[in-house]
């Protein structure tokens, strides 16, 4: 039957190895070490690359997002008074409350019609089919069954 070895053995054997194992694994660390921080310091400067991209093609474009913007206020603006003058044209016909009603209930009707436009002519997603089975390789039968 064999001994496990004492606390005395493993603590020696340790020792000894450790005069081997540990200049090893401390040039180990400190190689990890610079590995790491030559990839930090990549990993920064590419995202400081496209920082400094992205603040100078905003600044570029800020201008023109200002102008849409302001034409798209504006538009609703006028929308707004359109559909103001509709209901009171409309008010000279019916009563006010029901020209409310028709051009509210027009304007949601032909907003509908932009949205299912709009989702006719979207994009269909790639759909995978699963493959088709090879015409050449029949059914196979177990050489043991019946």
């Not at 039957?1 to 005395?8: D, I, K």
């Given at each position: 039957?064999?001994?496990?070895?004492?606390?005395?053995?493993t603590?020696?054997?340790g020792r000894f190895f450790d005069r081997f194992t540990e200049p090893i694994a401390g040039m180990a660390r400190d190689?990890?070490?610079?590995?790491?921080?030559?990839?930090?310091?990549?990993?920064q400067a590419e995202i400081d690359v496209v920082s400094r991209a992205v603040r100078a093609k905003a600044v570029?474009?800020?201008p023109s997002a200002l102008a849409f913007a302001a034409a798209a206020l504006?538009?609703?603006l006028?929308?707004?008074?359109?559909?103001?003058g509709a209901v009171v044209g409309l008010a000279h016909?019916?009563?006010?409350w029901l020209s409310?009603?028709?051009?509210?209930?027009?304007?949601?009707?032909?907003?509908?019609?932009?949205?299912?436009?709009?989702?006719?002519?979207l994009p269909q997603p790639a759909r995978l089919a699963p493959p088709a089975p090879d015409p050449v390789i029949e059914e196979q039968v177990h050489p043991w069954a019946d």
């Open positions: 039957m064999s001994e496990s070895p004492g606390p005395e053995r603590t020696r054997s190689k990890i070490g610079q590995v790491e921080d030559k990839v930090r310091a990549s990993v570029e474009v800020r504006l538009t609703v006028g929308a707004a008074l359109l559909l103001g016909v019916v009563w006010l409310f009603i028709l051009v509210g209930v027009a304007v949601i009707l032909l907003a509908a019609a932009f949205a299912a436009w709009g989702r006719s002519h």
